[in-house]
């Protein structure tokens, strides 16, 4: 019974339009600030290493570099403070964590692009959105 009363609750929290994006593909997270009484958007671009919970607890991590320095930053999916995410560039991976490309500096992080034409690329999002 607990379990429903909490999955109900869930649902209310959860947003309707989650685009869909997998582990190896560069992303921008429009990332919404306030400051003091200003709001703005802030975009942070990179490659997505890892994917994590289910439901209002899904989160995923980005990594980028920086002036030479490694910069990765967790997002919650269905948090209010992302305000969109937009996928640049899909990318062809073997593995369900990218923790490797910590390791790798320059050429060695990019990945193979995965073709994926438009109509495939809404058919799994709506396959997606299903489950």
């Known amino acids: 019974m607990s379990q429903e009363l909490l999955n109900k609750v869930e649902q209310t929290c959860l947003k309707e339009e989650v685009p869909y994006f997998e582990i190896g593909d560069t992303v921008d997270v429009h990332c919404r600030i306030l400051e ?26 980005v990594r980028r570099i920086v002036q030479g320095q490694g910069v990765e930053r967790k997002f919650p999916l269905h948090s ?12 062809e991976t073997r593995r369900a964590k990218l923790y490797y490309l910590r390791d790798r500096v ?19 999002a709506a396959k997606a959105k299903k489950n």
Not at 37 to 43: D, L, N, S, Y
Not at 81 to 88: D, F, L, T
């Open 106 to 124: 320059g050429k060695a992080v990019r990945l193979k692009e995965r073709r994926i034409d438009k109509d495939k690329r809404e058919a799994l």
């Open 36 to 61: 003091g009484e200003k709001e703005r958007i802030q975009v942070f671009t990179g490659v997505v290493i890892a994917r994590s919970g289910s439901g209002t607890r899904e989160m995923f991590s």
């Open 80 to 91: 209010p403070r992302i305000a969109k995410v937009e996928v640049k560039r899909a990318g």
